[in-house]
């Protein structure tokens, strides 16, 4: 009889898991707790202006990667894609512009113009993203893969310089102002962002393996559930998992918050990890490690709060993503801005109406700030979110003139609608506490102290709390990592086609 697999959560590990389990003869079926599949893969529909919070960079379009093989073993990929000419633009309030475009004679051409006298540092800048792009290096990390880490660790070594650095200090290192401020921005308007991820980023947006996967979020979910569902995998809905059943020290089951309970031989979780630790598993199987990644994490969080406006102006041709640097900073909702970053989707017509725009607007902020509004006060939780939106609407009108008045459309979601529709711990941000690291010490190999739990057999974990990283490639990779792994304890040869 075919062994059982019960996977909570329909993220991208958790469906990955299923599809890979399911091509290898084990019976799976997913409780999610959302009334959808992809977890934070979400988009949604507002009159028809489609509103996306997660996708910017969907690395392994470009075919011969391990990355985009897995996209087709999970039916990802083929699909529409859109080739993006830019990685992101910066604009001053004096009407200067930045774009920083993938083909690097035009990148070149656009720096020189900007400033002739940062000649050595443009060619620094352009060196490093050869570096990056010859040695394939954002494809050997979005693999995930220990041993390709391997073979470009020398490279690495070469560099380590640069990759060790954040974008300030690069950027510092232009003479022109408004390229050393605008340059440290480049990455979701945050100086303190590592050069490395934008040099990878920039390298894979150039090869063409970085796209845009048309329709976003939800229509990119959708089609791994859809392979799921082919192989014969069941997606239970609005069925939150409560607790882990457990029996001398095996998981065996879940019980679910309606009070049901499902057996299977193994149990895999895709759910937040604090959640599984703690709230699922009463805290029993833990080690000082595992304590420690559940510490607490950073108040201020990234993609705090977005800000969707669906706009009755066509936005083809403007660029994917701007950072607008601020004449003044900005306080909004008790946060400090000196520059926000919209992204501007003008380069997908699925996602709005013809000849209409969607534009979202991502701000990171305090977590305890939002948290303590919604648990005071729900109606003042939402006149914020709306106050937020009218000072978003307000500075983009100084780039997009008579914005103001074409906004036909507005919906703002913060870190705890991420809590309310996926249960984490805060908001999306379900990372255990450690510091990314992208020096390829660690995080990237398949470290049993972090899929499985002491004292507990039977049980793994995929996903975000399994790899560390915020990333579709790596988490639904986890997915693929686990299900290698249960084969190989039962003899069994792994299979990653039909
Ligand atoms: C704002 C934002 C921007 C991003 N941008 C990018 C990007 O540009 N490129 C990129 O590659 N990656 C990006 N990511 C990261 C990427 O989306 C995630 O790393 C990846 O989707 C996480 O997958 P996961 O397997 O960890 O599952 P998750 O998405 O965390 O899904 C977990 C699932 O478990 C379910 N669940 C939780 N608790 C329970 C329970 N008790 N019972 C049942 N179900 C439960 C949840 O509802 C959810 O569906 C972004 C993420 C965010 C939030």
Redesign the pocket.
């Known amino acids: 009889m075919a062994r059982s697999i019960i996977i909570?959560?329909?993220?991208?590990?958790?469906m990955a898991a299923g599809i890979y389990g399911q091509l290898n003869g084990y019976e799976t079926q997913i409780?999610?707790?959302?009334t959808k599949?992809?977890?934070?893969?979400t988009s949604w529909q507002r009159k028809g202006y489609a509103f996306d919070?997660?996708?910017?960079?969907?690395?392994g379009c470009k075919s011969g990667s391990s990355v985009c093989q897995m996209w087709h073993e999970l039916g990802a990929l083929p699909r529409e894609l859109v080739n993006i000419e830019e990685c992101t633009a910066v604009a001053s309030p004096g009407g200067k512009i930045f774009v920083d475009y993938y083909d690097l004679e035009r990148l070149k051409g656009t720096l020189l113009k900007l400033s002739p006298a940062d000649s050595k540092m443009i060619e620094q800048y352009i060196g490093l993203i050869k570096t990056f792009a010859n040695n394939k290096i954002d494809d050997v990390i979005s693999s995930g893969s220990f041993w390709k880490m391997a073979t470009i660790f020398p490279v690495m070594l070469s560099i380590q310089k640069w990759t060790k650095m954040d974008m300030r200090p690069f950027a510092e290192g232009f003479s022109d102002p408004f390229l050393c401020k605008g340059f440290a921005l480049l990455i979701y308007a945050n100086p303190d962002a590592p050069l490395f991820f934008h040099l990878m980023r920039h390298a894979g947006g150039m090869s063409g393996d970085i796209q845009w996967p048309v329709g976003g979020a939800a229509e990119f979910a959708k089609s791994i559930e859809r392979r799921y569902l082919a192989l014969g995998g069941t997606v239970h809905y609005s069925?939150?998992?409560?607790k882990i059943l457990i029996e001398n020290d095996r998981a065996v089951g879940v019980k679910l918050i309606d009070g049901s309970e499902h057996r299977a031989d193994i149990i895999i979780s895709?759910?937040?990890g604090r959640?599984t630790i703690f709230d699922?598993l009463d805290g029993k199987y833990i080690n000082e490690t595992i304590r420690g990644y559940c510490a607490p994490l950073s108040d201020e969080t990234p993609?705090a709060v977005d800000v969707f406006l669906g706009i009755n102006r066509d936005l083809f041709g403007e660029p994917s993503s701007l950072v607008l640097l601020l004449e003044q900073p900005v306080t909004i909702a008790n946060h400090k801005y000196e520059s926000i970053e919209a992204q501007l989707y003008g380069f997908d017509k699925s996602m709005a109406p013809a000849g209409k725009g969607t534009i979202k607007v991502?701000l990171p902020a305090s977590y305890a700030y939002w948290k303590q509004l919604y648990n005071d006060d729900r109606e003042k939780y939402k006149q914020e979110k709306q106050k937020v939106a009218e000072q978003v609407i307000e500075i983009l009108e100084s780039h997009f003139h008579g914005i103001k008045n074409q906004v036909e459309v507005i919906d703002v979601c913060t870190l705890l609608t991420?809590e309310r529709?996926?249960?984490?711990t805060q908001g999306?941000f379900?990372l255990p506490n450690r510091k990314l690291d992208f020096s390829m010490r660690e995080d990237l190999s398949d470290k049993k102290f972090k899929t499985t739990l002491p004292g507990l057999s039977n049980f793994y974990f995929?996903?975000?709390?399994a790899t560390a990283?915020?990333?579709?490639?790596?988490?639904?990779n986890?997915?693929k990592t686990i299900i290698r792994r249960i084969c190989k304890k039962d003899n069994k040869e792994f299979k990653a086609q039909p």
């Not at 069925?239 to 409560?242: A, D, F, H, N």
Request: net charge negative; charged share 10%.
């Open positions: 909570i959560g329909a993220g991208m590990g958790g409780f999610e707790m959302h599949p992809g977890g934070q893969c919070p997660c996708i910017h960079h969907f690395f069925s939150k998992v409560e895709n759910a937040d959640k699922m993609f991502e991420w529709y996926m249960g984490g999306w379900n995929v996903g975000v709390w990283m915020g990333s579709l490639a790596h988490n639904a986890s997915g």
